[in-house]
T-cell receptor
Framework: AQSVTQPDIHITVSEGASLELRCNYSYGATPYLFWYVQSPGQGLQLLLKYFSGDTLVQGIKGFEAEFKRSQSSFNLRKPSVHWSDAAEYFCAVGARGYGGSQGNLIFGKGTKLSVKP | DGGITQSPKYLFRKEGQNVTLSCEQNLNHDAMYWYRQDPGQGLRLIYYSQIVNDFQKGDIAEGYSVSREKKESFPLTVTSAQKNPTAFYLC?????????FGEGSRLTVL
């Protein structure tokens, strides 16, 4: 069965420190991979996505993620965290379909990021 | 500005009542989706629609109903058959594999 695992429920980092959020997926083929961010009481915003090509993907707000097929992982990284990065982060996988993913993504349970001053 | 508009943002319902959540988009996207979000559970797909007048059940469709009479609109009805309806509901549309989300509707059953 398709699934997404985010092993860390809650992470706290100091402002200016580096960040890595983990994501592992279970899927029968190469999926489309996404990272979304959600501020409290808000909708989700796309940070970055991987469809094909270069396995290191750059996103908005200084985030990047690396697709590692051998490890079935798509970890999110940022070299220096800002207080405004405090939010919840969701990894998601999508099936390949005509014209792109089918859109009905499978989401991980999320990792809540807190930032210490 | 183009986007997804959900209303109401907050809604309270008594047990046994049906309630309809509105979702409108002006992005000209064919596909639209409803997700339910519970604390620590991520997002779970309720229903989706790839085209007008057609929709498919997601993973947790029981107790919910939808319609798709117009491309721009995909309302979700939470019926009295939904045993645990208190949650945050997110509507989305998609293009080229990317989901665009609304701001969500928080439903509380009293």
């Amino acid at each position: 069965a398709q699934s997404v695992t985010q092993p860390d429920i809650h992470i706290t980092v100091s402002e200016g420190a580096s960040l890595e959020l983990r994501c592992n997926y279970s899927y029968g083929a190469t999926p489309y991979l996404f990272w979304y961010v959600q501020s409290p009481g808000q909708g989700l915003q796309l940070l970055l996505k991987y469809f094909s090509g270069d396995t290191l993907v750059q996103g908005i707000k200084g985030f990047e993620a690396e697709f590692k097929r051998s490890q079935s992982s798509f970890n999110l990284r940022k070299p220096s965290v800002h207080w405004s990065d405090a939010a919840e982060y969701f990894c998601a996988v999508g099936a390949r379909g005509y014209g792109g993913s089918q859109g009905n993504l499978i989401f991980g349970k999320g990792t809540k990021l807190s930032v210490k001053p | 500005d183009g986007g997804i508009t959900q209303s109401p943002k907050y809604l309270f319902r008594k047990e046994g009542q049906n309630v309809t959540l509105s979702c409108e988009q002006n992005l000209n996207h064919d596909a639209m989706y409803w997700y339910r979000q519970d604390p620590g559970q991520g997002l779970r797909l309720i229903y989706y629609s790839q085209i007008v007048n057609d929709f498919q059940k997601g993973d947790i469709a029981e107790g919910y109903s939808v319609s798709r009479e117009k491309k721009e609109s995909f309302p979700l009805t939470v019926t009295s058959a939904q045993k645990n309806p208190t949650a945050f509901y997110l509507c989305a549309s998609s293009r080229a594999g990317e989901l665009f989300f609304g701001e969500g509707s928080r439903l509380t059953v009293l």
